[in-house]
Nanobody
Framework: QVQLVETGGGLVQAGGSLRLSCAAS????????MNWYRQAPGRQRELVAAIDRAGSTNYADFVKGRFTVSRDNAKNTVYLEMNSLKPEDTAVYYCNARLRTWAYWGQGTQVTVSS
């Protein structure tokens, strides 16, 4: 059974930082590209950051320079370090694991940034 469990969300003031973690089980983690998405109320889910099997990263323009994605294959965990948070970063953040046609999602963790 595949599980992706996100932790680390919460309430933070604008300008603050949070670190999200996503622990995976039931998959060979190192084979999967790992992605972070977010979904704000009334908006579509959008890709925030991605890290492939080799550790190459990509970011949405709206988080470049503020967020950093990393992975620890020994711990089957992917991280999202979020700095200089803005109120518009408020959303539910989801972890996604992808390998060819297989894709798995976590349950999400709420991030709320107050102004």
């Amino acid at each position: 059974q595949v599980q992706l469990v996100e932790t680390g969300g919460g309430l933070v003031q604008a300008g603050g930082s949070l670190r999200l973690s996503c622990a995976a089980s039931g998959i060979t983690f190192s084979n999967y590209a790992m992605n972070w998405y977010r979904q704000a109320p009334g908006r579509q889910r959008e890709l925030v950051a991605a890290i492939d099997r080799a550790g190459s990263t990509n970011y949405a323009d709206f988080v470049k320079g503020r967020f950093t994605v990393s992975r620890d294959n020994a711990k089957n965990t992917v991280y999202l370090e979020m700095n200089s948070l803005k109120p518009e970063d408020t959303a539910v953040y989801y972890c996604n694991a992808r390998l060819r046609t297989w894709a798995y999602w976590g349950q999400g963790t709420q991030v709320t940034v107050s102004s």
